[in-house]
């Protein structure tokens, strides 16, 4: 199963990704450690909502579509 997800930053904007772990990946983000390089100055971040997807490909494609 794969997750698309949004996520609230500290500077009021979005960011989307994909990922198989939803919490662990918004612990990475908060981290710093294996977050994205657009969340590592905009923290903390919080989840906005999430969607599944069967695969990693539809889940690419739905956050393709979201940043469109």
Do not use: I
Request: net charge positive; glycine share 6%; with cysteine.
């Amino acid at each position: 199963m794969w997750y698309v997800y949004l996520l609230y930053c500290a500077d009021g904007t979005l960011y989307c990704g994909v990922t198989t772990d939803v919490t662990r990946r918004l612990e990475e983000h908060n981290a710093g450690s294996r977050g994205a390089r657009y969340t590592r100055s905009r923290r903390p971040v919080r989840l906005a909502c999430c969607a599944t997807r069967a695969d990693r490909a539809s889940a690419q494609r739905l956050e393709w579509e979201v940043k469109r």
